[in-house]
């Protein structure tokens, strides 16, 4: 390729020509994965209602599982830390059910980037194994390489008693090859609580003194956020933020 690289050389662009990333979110059904796509996008309506590109989209049955996929698409805010002009990123989650196998895999195309979700309550033990599995005989030549990856630990509120510790799933990934040890796997895990985050939040937008939380605008200021919300937030965030570091870096010549 000759002359000077653009934006539109090194992402992928959208019908209106706009560069866009993919970040799908994976895991077993139940684990949280729709929750967290809600309280992000909950998040940015309060903070910037102007990164919203597209609001969240769902497919799903009656009693609210998803039966294809949840969607938002969001444009990268402004003061970032990236030297992107203009970029949105897409986020997707699928159907976390065994019999929505082909419907993961339509999701799973084109993605940038991926957040698998574990569910730590001891009876799904099972279901995480088999959903990585999955995922690894779909994409596992490209995890950690072509494909960035974050793992969530979801549901860290609920009693010591009820929940499979952390060191098995860090065993876990060692033992898959997506991680060369279990300090490499602990750098690779963000442990959140959808549920308590969504709860927070909402608390927080209720308050009698949320005023105190608002810029001149009339925005939430991102430093008003929560632990719990931002610890949603910072997959979706840092995994955005890893991938186009990435593209710039392996596009610039030497």
């Known amino acids: 390729m000759s002359g000077k690289l653009t934006i539109k050389d090194i992402f992928k662009v959208d019908g209106s020509g706009v560069p866009y990333l993919k970040l799908v979110i994976y895991g077993p ?12 996008n909950v998040l940015r309506k309060v903070e910037d209602p102007e990164t919203i590109y597209s609001s969240l989209k769902k497919i799903d049955d009656p009693s609210g599982r998803t039966i294809f996929y949840d969607q938002s698409t969001f444009e990268l805010p402004k003061g970032q830390g990236v030297s992107v002009p203009k970029l949105r990123y897409q986020v997707w989650t699928v159907a976390g059910q065994k ?118 605008y009339g925005r939430l200021q991102r430093g008003a956020r929560p632990l719990s919300v931002q610890k949603v937030a910072q997959p979706i965030e840092q995994l955005t933020r890893e991938i186009i570091i990435q593209r710039v870096k392996s596009a610039k010549p030497g």
């Open 99 to 216: 019999r929505h196998y082909i419907q993961r895999k339509v999701v799973l195309e084109g993605a940038d980037g991926l957040i698998f979700m574990f569910d730590p309550s001891k009876n799904m033990w099972d279901d995480n194994v088999e959903s990585l599995t999955e995922l690894l005989s779909l994409k596992g030549d490209t995890l950690g390489k072509s494909l960035p990856f974050i793992v969530v630990l979801n549901k860290i509120d609920m009693p010591a008693e009820d929940r499979t510790p952390t060191d098995n799933f860090l065993d876990m990934l060692v033992e898959k090859k997506l991680a060369s040890n279990k300090g490499d796997a602990y750098m690779r895990v963000i442990e959140t609580s959808c549920l308590q985050a969504r709860n927070e939040l909402m608390t927080l937008l209720r308050s009698p003194d949320i005023k105190s939380k608002l810029d001149d």
């Open 29 to 40: 059904s139940l684990a949280g994965k729709t929750s967290m796509l809600t309280v992000y």
